[in-house]
């Protein structure tokens, strides 16, 4: 009987679905912060940018 536990435990692949559905999920996770962390760079230098600019035009 506790053979047969073993060989059903053995066989049984759903825990190893669910790693993978979290290692993709961590994977996209990564990614976006990343992209987000990029544009929020890009963002902040454009709006300096413009700061500047409109700072210039009002004689400030």
Same mark, same amino acid.
């Given at each position: 009987?506790?053979?047969?536990?073993?060989?059903?435990?053995?066989?049984?692949?759903?825990? +190893?679905?669910?790693?993978?559905?979290?290692?993709?999920?961590?994977? #996209? =996770?990564? $990614?976006?912060?990343? /992209?987000?962390? +990029?544009?929020?760079?890009?963002?902040?230098?454009?709006?300096?940018? #413009? =700061?500047? $600019?409109?700072?210039? /035009?009002?004689?400030?």
């Amino acid at each position: 009987m506790r053979i047969d536990i073993l060989k059903k435990f053995r066989k049984d692949e759903s825990g +190893a679905t669910a790693i993978e559905y979290g290692l993709i999920a961590a994977l #996209v =996770s990564v $990614a976006a912060i990343g /992209a987000l962390t +990029a544009m929020g760079n890009s963002l902040n230098q454009m709006f300096t940018t #413009v =700061s500047s $600019a409109l700072s210039a /035009a009002v004689g400030g």
